[in-house]
């Protein structure tokens, strides 16, 4: 079945330790986006990357990090930069030039 | 940069009545995509409808539609025969051709039995 796949579902961490959420899609799309949702709250576009070895930032791209090294794969690294990075990630994609977007289930990402 | 607005926090409808979903949005471009996704409890997104700006015709899957005023920037979507599956959080979200997709706070939608 094709789709995207975000793992692991569930993420625990302590403070100060990088993690790296991973991201995978065989829907053949060029578009990947990274976004951050917190309770009750939008999705924020954290980076986003249109073809292979190129991404741009979004809103909230400080304390961050992506690659963009194959098509299907677009990890996203929450380093120790980023002061509050207790919240659930969503990973998308979508075809290049065309727009409708799909969403793999999320990681629910806790620092203690 | 664009901004999409939901006005709405929070929304009840009936079951089996019908509910409105305002959004708007700020843009300068003329070519464009509106989108409507859910999100259930699950967490999980569901695209709903998408609407093209050059499309004057207003978007419609089955039960949901959609008011697409161009001028005035506004998306709002309609939720006809409100089923107890419906409740969701509901969000707007704007993309220009072939660039970043940009989403609204969101609206909770609650349906009541």
């Known amino acids: 079945d094709g789709g995207i796949t975000q793992s692991p579902k569930y993420l625990f961490r302590k403070e100060g330790q990088n993690v790296t959420l991973s991201c995978e899609q065989n829907?053949?799309?060029?578009?990947m986006y990274w976004y951050r949702q917190d309770p009750g709250q939008g999705l924020r576009l954290i980076y986003y990357s249109q073809i292979v070895n190129d991404f741009q930032k979004g809103d909230i791209a400080e304390g961050y990090s992506v690659s963009r090294e194959k098509k299907e794969s677009f990890p996203l690294t929450v380093t120790s930069a980023q002061k509050n990075p207790t919240a659930f990630y969503l990973c998308?994609?979508?075809?290049?030039?065309?727009?409708?977007?799909?969403f793999g289930q999320g990681t629910r990402l806790t620092v203690v | 940069a664009q901004t999409v607005t939901q006005s709405q926090p929070e929304m009840s409808v009936q079951e089996a009545e019908t509910v409105t979903l305002s959004c708007t949005y700020d843009t300068s471009e003329s070519d464009y995509y509106l989108f409507w996704y859910k999100q259930p409890p699950s967490r999980q997104m569901i695209l709903v409808i998408r609407?093209?700006?050059?499309?004057?015709q207003n978007a419609t899957e089955n039960r949901f539609s959609v008011n697409f005023q161009k001028a005035a920037k506004s998306f709002s979507l309609k939720i006809s025969d409100s089923q107890l599956g419906d409740a969701a959080m509901y969000f707007c979200?704007?993309?220009?051709?072939?660039?970043?997709?940009?989403f609204g706070a969101g609206t909770i939608l609650r349906v009541k039995s």
């Open positions: 979200a704007y993309m220009e051709y072939g660039n970043k997709l940009v």
């Open positions: 998308a994609s979508s075809i290049f030039l065309n727009t409708e977007a799909f």
């Open positions: 609407q093209e700006a050059y499309k004057q």
């Open positions: 829907l053949n799309h060029d578009a």
